[in-house]
């Protein structure tokens, strides 16, 4: 495994001496690329979970089993030492455990501090792990309760005030007579606001709606979490049960699982009472929570080079929206305040949704209400149908689908590179469309005249479909904040402006934040818009628009302002080109009162 400051030899090598990778490049094309594939030791790198750590509880044991002080939620079972927690296991399945705490049943997974190496540990937690004292450690999924995580997570959704109350009741109880009880109102009341939620969240019944919220609750999990022979190994499963759980829980009826698993229903059945009997449990909604904690937990505990942390609500406001045609997600942020003029900000092919702080903070300070959408195949929104010859269609209906959800007729746009799919949401709505400032938009690899340092050799390398894909996972996969830095320096070059931005711990930590997301494996998305435009292959008709801007630096080691002049003027033969003195590539974190003033002239 790599060091953790460094990445794999195939993208090292890459950072480290450009001038040499791009000579073997040009002398050997297909022999460079032979040879980076061979380089590929991704079995070192697993995709890692981006967790809400408020759903988590951490507790620490030494050698005899006594528990150490440690920061912990009030959900987290009170006991004194690891016996006692065993005592109150409900069931055991290896290192997992299920123990009852206040009415609920909280799922826990504990392993020696030597096998904790690799685990996605809270620095905190880590900290205490590495301190000598530690003998176990327990991670036990819960953040239940008022203003809790799963509350936080269903107010992320369009859904309203009963049914939001019902919903999350129901994740914590697993029923909707106790969910009754406890909310004070009649079972049918229940009943009702769980079939109105399902019918608004476009799920077929209630263990959908639960596995859906509670999902998002904990963040975004890897595209493997729910593979039927994870869920197998840590609940000791049979691979029939374990994909009878997996279809039951995303709301498939018996009859349809049995279909799909090709047995009778009567067996799709029993199999359900031995899992219930088995893991203490009495319905499919608490079958749904434990199997997303199961994954979690499993994801977090698994070795990583380097996990990609965990969010924090307070920077990373998150909604979702589910598709009108089928029941996939949609990840987007809404930054406020509700008062304020919209304005989209749209993300790079080589990042997701989140918005630099200095950026949110000049947008603010002049009355704008910062609004940013995960792309199909980023971040916490799922593909759909993206592909690689249309990545923009889908993407262009979810951001109609979401500004119709917050009523908003028409937004003005800010697009960090993303250029192609602003013009493309413009030519197919173009009453949808506002003033656009382009910051930094990029051009076709053929019609670019730089070549420096590895932006140049990545520009060359990307000419090749197999590479772009290789190289954008191995980097996803493999990305700490270290490495990152590293990256970001590497890419800033010479440029005066750039550098000094990476010197700043919040510039590299926006920075980490926006890519991150990728390590989970929902990256395909930005495969796509970088082959697009490595190949040139989007087709950008003119657009006679005179409320746009484009903004480039003429210290940007990837695009030249010329280059990018000669390439967009044709298209946008109306509107403003500007060039920032000794601008960099980072725009947004380095001159964001410029792109604030020029949308305002435009507006």
Not at 555 to 574: A, C, E, G, T, Y
Request: hydrophobic letters at 45%.
């Amino acid at each position: 495994m790599a060091d953790r400051a460094n990445f794999s030899p195939a993208i090292q090598r890459l950072i480290d001496a450009p001038g040499a990778t791009s000579d073997a490049l040009r002398a050997d094309p297909t022999g460079f690329e032979a040879e980076a594939l061979a380089d590929d030791d991704s079995a070192g790198f697993a995709d890692a979970a981006l967790l809400n750590q408020q759903m988590l509880g951490f507790m620490l044991f030494d050698r005899r089993g006594a528990r150490l002080p440690c920061s912990a939620p009030d959900w987290v079972p009170r006991v004194d030492n690891f016996a006692d927690l065993e005592l109150q296991a409900k069931y055991r399945s290896s290192r997992l455990m299920a123990v009852a705490a206040d009415g609920q049943i909280l799922h826990l997974l504990w392993a020696f501090v030597n096998e904790t190496d690799g685990w996605n540990l809270p620095p905190a937690a880590r900290e205490a792990a590495v301190s000598g004292k530690v003998d176990r450690v327990a991670i036990i999924t819960g953040g239940s309760g008022h203003n809790g995580p799963i509350d936080l997570a269903a107010s992320g959704f369009p859904l309203t005030g009963l049914e939001r109350r019902v919903v999350v009741a129901i994740v914590q109880t697993g029923s909707a007579r106790t969910a009754a009880k406890q909310l004070g109102l009649a079972y049918a009341t229940v009943r009702e606001a769980m079939a109105s939620a399902a019918k608004r969240l476009r799920q077929p019944n209630m263990p959908a709606v639960v596995h859906m919220i509670v999902a998002a609750a904990f963040g975004i999990l890897p595209n493997d979490a729910a593979s039927p022979a994870l869920l197998a190994a840590m609940l000791q499963l049979s691979d029939r049960q374990a994909r009878i759980a997996l279809l039951v829980v995303t709301g498939l009826s018996r009859e349809a699982t049995a279909a799909a698993v090709g047995i009778s229903a009567s067996v799709v059945r029993k199999e359900l009472e031995t899992i219930y009997a088995n893991m203490g449990i009495t319905s499919a909604a608490e079958l749904s929570r434990l199997i997303i904690e199961v994954q979690a937990l499993s994801t977090l505990a698994r070795a990583t080079d380097g996990a990609p942390g965990f969010l924090n609500p307070a920077v990373e406001p998150t909604h979702f929206a589910v598709r009108n045609t089928s029941r996939e997600l949609i990840a987007w942020s809404d930054y406020g305040p509700a008062s304020g003029k919209p304005v989209l900000m749209v993300h790079s092919n080589w990042s997701c949704r989140e918005v630099p702080r200095v950026m949110v903070r000049a947008l603010h300070a002049r009355g704008w209400r910062p609004i940013a959408i995960d792309r199909p195949g980023f971040g916490a929104t799922h593909l759909g149908r993206s592909s690689a010859s249309d990545p923009f269609s889908q993407a262009i209906d979810d951001t109609r689908f979401i500004l119709d959800l917050l009523r908003i007729r028409q937004i003005s746009i800010i697009a960090r590179a993303g250029a192609q799919f602003v013009h493309a949401i413009k030519s197919a709505a173009p009453d949808r469309v506002g003033p656009v400032v382009l910051v930094s938009p990029t051009v076709p690899t053929h019609a670019s005249s730089q070549r420096k340092g590895l932006m140049g050799v990545m520009k060359d390398i990307f000419q090749q479909p197999r590479l772009v894909a290789f190289y954008f996972r191995h980097i996803s996969r493999q990305m700490t904040i270290a490495r990152l830095e590293q990256l970001t320096r590497a890419v800033a070059g010479s440029c005066a402006v750039d550098n000094a931005l990476c010197d700043d711990s919040e510039f590299i930590r926006d920075r980490f934040r926006a890519v991150r997301p990728f390590a989970t494996g929902n990256l395909v998305g930005g495969i796509y818009e970088q082959s697009l435009i490595s190949n040139g292959s989007y087709d950008a008709a003119p657009l006679t628009v005179d409320d746009w801007a484009v903004i480039q630096g003429d210290d940007d080691n990837h695009n030249s302002f010329d280059d990018v002049q000669r390439h967009w003027s044709p298209i946008l033969p109306s509107a403003t080109f500007v060039k920032i003195p000794e601008g960099g590539r980072f725009l947004t974190s380095s001159h964001p009162e410029i792109i604030v003033d020029t949308l305002e002239a435009l507006t």
